[in-house]
């Protein structure tokens, strides 16, 4: 009887353990994780998968925020409509009400988050873990509930949900009209209906609750409802929820509610290991070690801002909260990046919707500008947007040497490139008028980031139409491109600045240009830029002309896009790049050159954040990536390398593990185009990684900043092959390892004049072409200076 009854207990015990339910914390113990500061509690934080997401405050409220829709772009989202305000939680133990809405911890992980609460004197301790599984409409939320007494504890635990099914940014125009939620309970959920409209949002735990009630809600159509659960609480005690939607039907919602539910643990672990594997790809090793963890961490940011829509397509959001959907120049500069960090199939997913929609809405060649996730586009295209995409569609087939990719892409930058110069060239010059980068009224005439980004645009077009056989159209637009470089560094150059202009215009145009500048430099009190802005003005008044000049008048970042595209001469642009200097701070560079402030040049970190938010005076990371890029592109890394340190003194500065827009905790709090700030700086230009798929060919050309020592790069795909490199040079003695997974593909590997002995390749694979450059293939060569 005694071995009858050990067994059955026995059998009991393991019954209990197999149902406990798995927590959130074993899947992700080896995960890297970054804790966040006490004074950013308050701010705001991203749970991200690609078809849901989740914004709230790292002390585990969910404020109103965002401006697109006024104090809407926070909660939960499965776009093209909202789920859910958020939601509160309440704790009652012994006649006290502890709400869990002042975490004492966030600890942010790649792929999911955690808040700690803190309650010593109830002597309790809450965790709230939350992630949100690939390809789901749904988000799951893991309450850890501890004791740190030693009698047991009975409490009361309250899950209050806000329901809010509205429709995303312009969703009027679709026909998206928010109606009334109404909810019911079903068994152990709240099931929550748009009464006009077939969008649900479900929440609830696999736990019966002791009492459930729907709360009045004074806010527009929204509806609140809570579960309350009794719990006796002497080991942990685990609480999931999974608060899961639909805009399609009840019955999805219903089925992702359930597999979430079911299958939380395993979801998690396959994110985990793809996670893994998107920092294994372009593995960077350096002596700065946090530029190394920011460079890591950007990739996991990059995952982030995928977002699907299924009836719309797949691509990347600009930024979150407030730009969660898809832009043309955004992803230009940024997908650039993701190919250098090997994130290929979400280029191709984003690549593809930008010309589907581009083609079906302008017809013409012309790129969009941004479109909502309910498929309605609010800008049809700026001018820069439609050559930035020729040299996207050139740098990507250089990763992924696909032909079909080329000849899919190729007639839409035909017809882009033919709209861009016969519609809006009026004076035949070769420069395009229109609006640009800059956002400011009445810069739309010939701006020097449109030229230059065209200029670049025929470069590439003319190797494209080369490789589609296409030898007179390659002609003519390289005779353009040649054309558009020495009329740049002709027309736009100003001697007086030591810069390019802003602009080609007027002096009409400028006048006016002068006036609203002046006022916006008196409202910011710059007198420094309102003494030169009206010695320009009456430098233009004393000698006025009819002609197009060259007016340096905003000191606008994009003055330095014809070093970022190498189309300066080398003595102007050393020039230019030095004048740059003045306009950053100890982050970056500044958007708008006379919003400069008293930090202007520094670079000691000092930082006093703005009482409210506002572009104006902002740096950010794009123009200071363009600078990092520009600098590298006349042979200059350690300037370079200063401006990734700038960037990198903002990553994790208010949310852990990323990098706000504006640098360092405005606008965005993660922002898609960093990783062109970050990957082509390091990747392209430091290791000097220059593919060259589509002849099975990399060039690696070495330009390493001089404190980086010892330095690595591994595993960068470049279509079906792996390379990794491997750099050290101590004592002037300079060791290149560099491994490739193909070993038929070929190498060309450029160093500095000198003498190198070589090991790892046999003659006949190995062919030295002069002192510095060498060709070979192989899996793997190792280079020495003698």
């Not at 995952?303 to 955004?330: C, M, N």
């Not at 392209?684 to 900043?705: L, R, S």
Request: hydrophobic letters at 40%; aromatic letters at 12%.
């Amino acid at each position: 009887m005694r071995i009858l009854a050990f067994l059955f207990f026995s059998l009991l015990f393991l019954c209990c353990i197999d149902q406990e339910p798995k927590r959130l914390s074993s899947v992700l113990e080896n995960t890297p994780s970054i804790a966040g500061k006490k004074n950013y509690l308050e701010s705001p934080y991203v749970t991200a998968g690609d078809r849901v997401y989740m914004v709230g405050h790292q002390d585990g409220t969910f404020p109103d925020m965002g401006w697109h829709i006024k104090g809407e772009m926070g909660g939960i989202w499965n776009h093209p409509i909202k789920l859910m305000d958020g939601f509160d939680v309440n704790i009652y133990i012994d006649g006290d009400t502890l709400p869990l809405n002042k975490a004492d911890e966030f600890i942010n992980y790649p792929m999911a988050n955690k808040h700690v609460f803190k309650f010593p004197n109830k002597y309790l301790v809450v965790e709230r873990w939350q992630f949100v599984p690939d390809g789901k409409q749904g988000v799951f939320v893991q309450f850890l509930i501890r004791n740190i007494a030693a009698e047991p504890l009975d409490i009361k635990f309250e899950f209050i949900g806000h329901s809010d099914l509205r429709p995303t940014w312009l969703g009027e125009q679709t026909q998206m009209i928010d109606g009334k939620d109404v909810s019911e309970l079903e068994g152990q959920k709240w099931v929550v209906k748009d009464t006009g409209n077939n969008w649900f949002t479900i929440f609830g735990t696999d736990h019966n609750p002791s009492k459930s009630e729907t709360i009045p809600s004074s806010k527009g159509n929204t509806v609140s409802n809570s579960l309350i659960y009794e719990l006796h609480v002497e080991q942990p005690q685990v609480l999931n929820f999974v608060i899961a939607g639909s805009y399609q039907s009840k019955e999805e919602a219903l089925q992702e509610y359930a597999e979430i539910h079911s299958n939380y643990h395993g979801m998690a672990e396959d994110k985990r290991i793809r996670y893994a594997a998107l920092a294994v790809q372009s593995k960077l090793t350096v002596p700065d070690k946090d530029l190394e963890q920011t460079f890591e961490w950007l990739k996991y940011n990059c995952d982030w801002l995928v977002r699907t829509v299924p009836e719309v397509g797949t691509g990347i959001g600009a930024g979150i909260p407030d730009y969660p959907w898809w832009f043309g120049v955004d992803s230009e500069y940024a997908l650039k990046g993701y190919m250098a960090v090997g994130q290929e199939a979400t280029v191709n997913k984003t690549i593809k919707l930008l010309d589907s929609v581009s083609m079906a809405l302008n017809g013409n060649g012309k790129i969009i500008h941004e479109m909502s996730t309910n498929g309605v586009v609010f800008n049809p295209g700026n001018i820069n947007e439609t050559p930035q995409f020729a040299s996207l569609i050139w740098e990507i087939y250089q990763w992924n040497g696909n032909k079909e990719f080329l000849k899919k892409y190729f007639p839409i930058i035909e017809k882009g490139l033919n709209w861009l110069m016969q519609e809006n060239d009026a004076n035949g010059n070769l420069f395009p008028d229109g609006f640009g980068m800059m956002e400011i009224h009445g810069l739309d005439s010939e701006m020097i980031d449109v030229a230059a980004y065209t200029q670049r645009a025929f470069v590439d077009a003319a190797k494209m139409a080369d490789e589609l056989d296409k030898t007179g159209l390659a002609n003519q637009y390289e005779a353009l491109a040649a054309n558009l470089k020495a009329q740049i560094n002709r027309d736009f150059w100003s001697e007086d600045f030591s810069s390019y202009a802003d602009f080609l215009g007027t002096d009409e145009q400028a006048l006016h240009l002068i006036e609203d500048a002046i006022v916006r430099a008196d409202t910011l009190n710059k007198p420094w830029a309102i003494e030169e802005l009206e010695a320009t003005r009456k430098q233009i008044l004393a000698n006025p002309s009819e002609e197009l000049k060259p007016f340096v008048l905003h000191h606008n970042w994009v003055v330095n896009t014809p070093m970022e595209m190498g189309i300066a001469d080398s003595t102007k642009a050393i020039t230019a790049l030095n004048t740059a200097k003045k306009f950053t701070n100890p982050f970056g560079v500044f958007v708008t050159g006379i919003d400069r402030d008293d930090s202007a040049g520094s670079n000691d970190g000092a930082y006093e954040a703005p009482p409210i938010f506002t572009y104006t005076g902002a740096v950010m990371t794009l123009p200071t990536g363009v600078q990092a890029v520009a600098e590298n592109n006349y042979g200059r890394p350690d300037e370079a390398l200063d401006y990734l340190k700038r960037m990198t003194r903002s990553f994790s500065y208010a949310l852990p593990g990323s990098m706000y827009e504006v640098s360092p905790d405005f606008g965005m709090m993660t922002q898609a185009w960093n990783i062109y700030s970050f990957a082509i700086p390091v990747v392209q230009q430091f290791f000097g990684i220059q593919p060259q798929a589509q002849n099975e060919t990399i060039i690696i050309k070495p330009q390493m900043p001089l404190s980086w020592n010892e330095a690595a790069l591994e595993n960068v795909k470049v279509a079906d092959n792996e390379v990794s490199v491997f750099y050290k040079n101590i004592n002037s003695k300079l060791e290149i390892e560099i491994l490739q997974t193909n070993q038929n593909w070929t190498i060309q590997l450029e160093l500095p004049e000198g003498n190198y002995s070589v090991n790892g390749a046999e003659f006949e694979d190995f062919e030295k072409m002069n002192n510095s450059i060498f060709r070979f293939t192989g899996a793997k060569v190792t280079f020495t200076s003698n």
